[in-house]
């Protein structure tokens, strides 16, 4: 028997890398990609594995009950890996409601039509819900978030997530639900939606616009390469453990600032501009409300358990994701036309 799998935001930034390495990787497997198709989910990210015999999309809202109860008895679901979400902090922050009803209320969705199909046979089955360390609230100076750091979030989007983590977890306790829950730290890499800060600092040197730095850019995150927590995932859904969390992070922390100035150096070179041109172009502007000053994540247990490494260095991470926006313009300006420019405008020049 083939299995089906559900991977739900897979037409998104991590979602399609997921999608792509499980079509690649398990011809076996149906793979049945769920998404919406919001201004972050755009089907060009699955160009090259489109036309797979064991891939197949399906566009829909995880918010819709019905829908999604007919969808479940429909495909008989033997796995669930959930990445749809609302995904910015900064529009979380400009407008919540989304981030609550998509990850809270579409999460619980998937949750029930997962019992009501599996019901009688939890057997081999496996709800995998893909959250962030956000959940875990703000570093100081030491110290980093392990599975067992009590959650803190600060934003509506951390707070959703955290929300969504806990009922994943009441389904488990409650029901005896196979579930499985990573915590991972900031991605980065080819496919990013450009409000984030790397893919949106890439487009502004590209087209000579001001790189916007919260606060002081002091701020510091642990960036991973999106690949690796594709691979992570990979082992996670296959290996891990029901009712457990692993924590997904690159040891790779960063200033924003440093980093930025990094960039900033690759694509000069790569652009062929005087060296210093790009720094030219980064502002200071008014700080994140709220903004978290400092994650870090603990990924021994994961390292140990699943012996999962991330194999990915920043240097080379950053360069082969410069070097794939500059290849994939066409991509960029498709994604920066029409809801992007308000956007922008609403985040960058109205505040
Ligand atoms: P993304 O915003 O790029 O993609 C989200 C996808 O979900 C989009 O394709 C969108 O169309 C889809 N979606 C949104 N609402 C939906 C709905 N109601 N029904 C169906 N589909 C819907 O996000 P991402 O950065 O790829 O993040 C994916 C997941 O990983 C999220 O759950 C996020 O919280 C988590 N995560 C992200 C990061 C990161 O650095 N990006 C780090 C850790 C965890
Ligand atoms: O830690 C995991 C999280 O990482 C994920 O759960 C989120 O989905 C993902 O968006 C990301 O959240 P961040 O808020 O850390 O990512 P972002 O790229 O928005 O910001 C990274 C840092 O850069 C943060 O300190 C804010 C700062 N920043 C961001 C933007 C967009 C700026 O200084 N200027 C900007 O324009």
């Known amino acids: 028997m083939r299995k089906t799998i559900l991977i739900t935001g897979g037409a998104g930034f991590i979602g399609s890398h997921v999608v792509r390495l499980f079509v690649k990787k398990y011809p076996d497997y149906n793979i049945i990609n769920l998404d919406k198709l919001t201004y972050a989910g755009n ?12 891939y197949f999309f399906e566009k829909g809202d995880i918010n819709d009950p019905v829908f999604v109860s007919g969808f479940f008895q429909k495909h008989l679901f033997d796995g669930v890996i959930h990445l749809a979400a609302e995904s910015h902090v900064d529009r ?8 609550i009803n998509t990850n809270i209320i579409g999460t619980v969705n998937l949750l029930n039509s997962s019992r009501e199909i599996w019901a009688g046979n939890m057997q081999e089955k496996r709800f995998y819900h893909i959250s962030t360390d956000e959940v875990f609230g703000s570093l100081g100076k030491d110290g ?3 599975e067992t750091t009590p959650y803190d979030p600060r934003s509506p989007y951390s707070a959703s997530k955290a929300s969504s983590d806990h009922l994943v977890r009441a389904y488990f306790h409650t029901y005896n639900l196979p579930i499985v829950i990573s915590n991972c730290s900031n991605n980065y890499g080819p496919y990013q939606f450009p409000e984030k800060l790397i893919p949106l600092s890439i487009n502004n040197i590209l087209n000579q616009k001001q790189i916007p730095v919260y606060g002081k850019g002091e701020n510091i995150r642990d960036w991973l390469y999106v690949e690796d927590h594709a691979k992570a995932i990979d082992l996670i859904f296959h290996q891990g453990e029901n009712g ?3 924590n997904v992070g690159g040891n790779n922390e960063w200033k924003n600032i440093d980093l930025i100035q990094k960039l900033c150096r690759i694509m000069d070179k790569k652009l062929n501009r ?3 041109a790009s720094e030219k172009l980064i502002t200071f502007v008014k700080d994140r409300a709220g903004h978290d000053l400092r994650y870090a994540i603990d990924s021994s247990k994961i390292r140990k358990e699943l012996k999962w490494v991330p194999l990915v260095d920043f240097e080379k991470g950053l360069k082969l994701t410069a070097e794939w926006y500059l290849q994939n313009k066409e991509w960029l300006n498709n994604v920066i036309s029409g ?8 985040q960058y020049l109205k505040r």
């Open 244 to 246: 457990e969390t692993y």
């Open 274 to 276: 005087t060296p210093g």
């Open 92 to 99: 979380s922050i400009l407008a919540p409601m989304d981030f």
């Open 144 to 146: 980093s978030f392990t």
């Open 43 to 54: 089907l060009e990210n699955l160009k090259d594995i489109e036309n797979a015999d064991n």
């Open 339 to 346: 809801e992007y420019e308000k956007y922008y405008d609403d």
